[in-house]
């Protein structure tokens, strides 16, 4: 097994501070605005779920719960050991090493997708969308989260960290490929402000990261993101 699989796109934040981004997971959406707008589209009760993009698995348990399977692939191999240790007591989930683009999963064979903030940024993943219609049958649905870069405390952060970032182009892909947008609410709720600190500093590079420790005092933060779906 490589340590990254070939054609992967690196992910600067989870590679390289697995531990820090465990907490960044543990603070994002407390209220569940994200599943519940997924749910209103499409539930995974019963359903065979492809988690791309799993990281270390931290949203497989939750889709075990009520799916019939579960899959969860990945390009770096020191998170897939970690995902399968993290699911090494739930039979029905499985964890690969892979990437977006080239999917090790049968033609057919899932009903849900979900992505959250993994590979599918627009322009340029069009390989990656491919592999969806492959692997997703008839009757299935998609799920891309991603920031929304318009509004929110998060988004303002976000357009001072990555100036090039167009989201008309970005919304303007998506719908030409056929792709809904729902807009979502949620936020980051953080136990303690060290771990804050610690995700501020891996999620943006540091001059940006020391003025929003600067600006920001407390231990929350309203986060806007966009839901992408379709059905297949």
């Not at 953080?190 to 990261?209: K, W």
């Amino acid at each position: 097994m490589p340590r990254i699989v070939k054609g992967a796109r690196p992910s600067p934040n989870i590679w390289n501070s697995p531990a820090v981004y465990e907490l960044e997971n543990r603070a994002v959406d407390p209220d569940g605005a994200i599943e519940a707008a997924i749910r209103r589209h499409r539930s995974w009760a019963g359903a065979n779920v492809l988690d791309v993009g799993c990281g270390t698995g931290y949203h497989l348990p939750r889709f075990a719960a009520e799916a019939a399977r579960v899959v969860g692939v990945e390009p770096h191999r020191s998170l897939v050991d970690h995902a399968r240790r993290r699911c090494a007591r739930l039979p029905l989930v499985e964890v690969h090493q892979g990437t977006a683009q080239d999917l090790p999963v049968p033609d057919a064979s899932v009903d849900v997708v979900h992505a959250r903030w993994a590979y599918f940024f627009g322009p340029g993943c069009e390989p990656g969308l491919a592999e969806l219609s492959r692997v997703v049958r008839r009757g299935g649905a998609a799920f891309v989260i991603d920031n929304d870069a318009t509004r929110s405390t998060f988004g303002g952060w976000f357009r001072a960290a990555f100036p090039a970032y167009d989201p008309a182009e970005v919304e303007r892909f998506w719908a030409i490929h056929g792709w809904q947008r729902e807009a979502v609410d949620m936020r980051w709720r953080f136990e303690r402000r060290q771990d804050f600190e610690a995700v501020v500093r891996i999620e943006f590079r540091p001059e940006v990261a020391e003025r929003v420790l600067a600006e920001h005092r407390g231990l929350e933060v309203d986060y806007a993101v966009n839901l992408w779906w379709r059905e297949f």
